[in-house]
């Protein structure tokens, strides 16, 4: 294309691109509706970017008359290179969506055809997410999937269209809110989804309770049961996806804290799984995320038990230390200061020295590591040094219990 000059007028404030589709928001300012929409709906921001004036709607006019005066001088200078700007498409409409569910409520046999239409629209852009979850979408997925949570199809597809979707925090404590009466159904029917046959829908129930743990209060973190941290484990057993398995993991860290829960995750298995899963996990976000719910679990009998009981627990954890991160050094110093405090039988204490636990943490003391963690590995080491004083790797600086 030719050198040639734009009106200004005819420029989006934002990108400084010739607007396709110019649509004026509540001051006044005109921008390209992509760029806004971005703006409003991807970056949740409430203003206009021009002004910085809170935006009284969010909801853009179209600027025909600049529209129609932008494609005309792209015709008039379409010799020069400027290609001709098409009519955009009218954007989604919210009558439309509510037509499309009453017709679905009206009308089961449609669900699945409207499951589909429903994907489409939120797959278009952030602006039809937040325009579907206004219209009472969110509630009408989470009732076909509670309706169907043992018909695979017709469930699979609201959870795949809810995943899509995205929920917002408001609209997921909505869903908490009104789940009061029965028993955190919701978590209920993304249970049913974590036992399909389908990693797909595995997958895409994990992502979405990840969403939900992060705005239940402590009461519901505290009524779930048992078998919905075997499923967790089972996701992190089957190694679905990276992401999969690092929501699963966060899914652990924010449950563990509360009431009887890191016991529960211990009876369903999560201690020994965790453990393999550190032999073969190279990403260190990952690793971070299996030795803070290692830890977590270790502040109870039974997980410490758990660890001690799987052959490579010990020395696992320890091989660990100084080899991915600082923060996965402190959680893994963190879970050997448990052990040598609270389950330190001299079964343990010899084989912490076998496996190289001890000349690790007389490591740690030597290397650049936190102050935290060097002191931990200094508790451990002087908590237990009459047993070990005949390690060549103990500093003559430990000093030993006086009792």
């Not at 991807?42 to 006019?61: E, G, I, R």
């Not at 009472?136 to 017709?154: H, P, Q």
Request: glycine share 4%.
């Amino acid at each position: 294309m030719e050198e040639i000059d734009v009106p200004s007028h005819f420029l989006c404030p934002i990108s400084m691109q010739l607007m396709r589709d110019p649509v004026t928001v509540s001051t006044g300012i005109t921008y390209d509706r992509a760029n806004i929409e971005t703006w409003l709906f991807s970056c949740k921001n409430n203003t206009c970017p021009v002004t910085k004036q809170v935006l009284s709607d969010t909801d853009p006019t179209p600027n025909h008359t600049l529209r129609r005066l932008i494609q005309s001088w792209c015709i008039i200078n379409a010799s020069h290179g400027v290609e001709r700007i098409p009519t955009p498409k009218q954007p989604l409409d919210r009558s439309q969506i509510i037509r499309l569910l009453n017709e679905a409520k009206k009308f089961p046999q449609t669900e699945l055809q409207c499951l589909r239409r429903l994907r489409s629209v939120a797959n278009g852009s952030e602006r039809n997410k937040t325009c579907l979850e206004a219209t009472g979408a969110v509630d009408f997925l989470i009732s076909l999937m509670k309706k169907n949570c043992n018909s695979s199809e017709t469930r699979d597809e609201a959870l795949k269209v809810l995943f899509h979707l995205e929920p917002s925090e408001t609209a997921l404590k909505k869903l908490l809110v009104n789940d009061g009466e029965s028993e955190f159904a919701i978590v209920e029917s993304l249970m049913h989804a974590l036992k399909s046959e389908s990693y797909e829908s595995r997958a895409h129930a994990m992502m979405l309770l990840k969403s939900i743990f992060k705005v239940a209060d402590p009461a519901q973190l505290i009524a779930i049961k048992t078998e919905f941290f075997m499923e967790v484990v089972h996701v992190l057993q089957d190694k679905i996806s990276p992401q999969t398995s690092k929501a699963a993991l966060k899914i652990l860290v924010e449950l563990c804290p509360w009431g009887r829960n890191r016991i529960k995750a211990v009876e369903a298995g999560a201690t020994s799984v965790l453990i393999e899963l550190l032999f073969d996990t190279p990403e260190k976000r990952a690793c971070e995320l299996i030795l803070v719910v290692l830890d977590q679990l270790c502040g109870c009998a039974e997980g410490r038990a758990e660890l001690l009981k799987h052959g490579a627990g010990l020395a696992i954890v320890s091989k660990k230390i100084l080899r991915v991160s600082h923060v996965a050094s402190d959680r893994a110093v963190r879970i050997l200061s448990s052990i040598s405090r609270f389950s330190a039988t001299s079964r343990v204490l010899q084989e912490m020295l076998q496996v190289g636990v001890v000349s690790k943490l007389c490591l740690v003391l030597q290397v650049g590591c936190s102050a935290k963690t060097k002191e931990r590995s200094r508790e451990i080491l002087s908590l237990h040094s009459r047993v070990w004083k005949g390690a060549s790797c103990i500093p003559s600086n430990v000093s030993y219990p006086s009792h």
